[in-house]
């Protein structure tokens, strides 16, 4: 039984059935998109859309957040699914899709967010750092100069926030030790309380490029 069943209601404008499978996913056919498989996340603070390796559409929804709302969101966001679908499509593999969509930022609105998470996590590890630039650099994620100048580039705000938190500990790292070896790699763990490795090698999934 699939008590979600039938002609949707949700917009009356461009979904055809919408149909609550026994999984628990919710799954539109949208007109032009195909299948959207929604699914609701008590956790979740925000919508968020991805593909999945397959080339579906699954969407987050937080709780509370009706279907319609929902929809709307993926409906927005047309260009970008065609975009990553084309991407996947043509089997480039230079460049996969990001896991999901970012959040969309400014640069303002992301010094905003970076700033003050950078004294933060230096405060919180004890860490005394210099000035604070947020920039716009094309390949770099941040660097760590002497006097404990800090820069991070603001594309690190539509980074899920443990990866923007590690590519903030990367840099504050640098205090400690200015080079790449063993000892900053281990000083690393110690900041990220874990595997830093495992954060570098997810990190690679969001290229820098794609943001
Ligand atoms: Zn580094």
């Avoid at 996590?121 to 716009?136: D, F, Y």
């Avoid at 200015?178 to 090698?201: E, F, S, T």
Wanted: net charge positive; proline share 6%; hydrophobic share 40%.
């Amino acid at each position: 039984m699939h008590p979600g069943a039938g002609r949707a209601t949700l917009t009356g404008k461009e979904c055809e059935v919408s149909v609550t499978a026994t999984t628990g996913e919710h799954i539109i056919i949208v007109n032009g998109l195909g299948a959207v498989y929604l699914r609701i996340n008590r956790k979740a603070r925000r919508i968020i859309l991805r593909l999945t390796e397959e080339g579906e559409i699954a969407v987050t929804v937080p709780r509370g957040v009706p279907y319609g709302e929902a929809l709307d969101f993926v409906l927005s966001r047309r260009d970008w699914i065609a975009q990553q679908q084309a991407r996947r499509d043509r089997g480039e593999t230079g460049l996969p899709p990001l896991p999901y969509e970012p959040p969309t930022l400014d640069r303002a609105a992301a010094a905003a967010i970076l700033e003050p998470r950078i004294r933060e996590l230096a405060s919180s590890h004890g860490l005394t750092i210099g000035r604070i630039q947020v920039k716009a650099q094309r390949t770099l994620w941040g660097s760590c100069a002497t006097g404990g100048r800090i820069s991070i580039n603001w594309k690190a705000a539509r980074l899920p926030d443990h990866l923007r938190d590690y590519v903030i500990l990367h840099e504050l790292a640098h205090l400690r030790h200015r080079n790449h070896g063993p000892h900053y790699w281990h000083a690393l763990d110690k900041l990220v309380g874990g595997d830093a490795k495992v954060l570098d090698r997810e990190l690679r999934r969001w290229p820098l490029k794609l943001l």
